[in-house]
């Protein structure tokens, strides 16, 4: 190996608590694709 990693190993969280890697991801609430289409097959 010529070329070595110098920077030390990240160990436990990489990110703070309630900030992920994406942060402009689905916002809360979002119902799945799933669940979705079992609301238009079967309406409550």
């Known amino acids: ?3 070595e990693n110098t920077a030390p190993k ?3 969280r990489p ?7 994406n942060p402009a ?3 809360p609430g979002t119902r799945h694709r799933v669940t979705q289409l079992v609301e ?5």
């Open 15 to 21: 990110f703070q608590k309630g900030q992920s890697g």
């Open 1 to 3: 190996m010529t070329a």
């Open 40 to 44: 238009v097959i079967r309406p409550l």
């Open 25 to 27: 991801g689905k916002p």
């Open 10 to 12: 990240q160990r436990g």
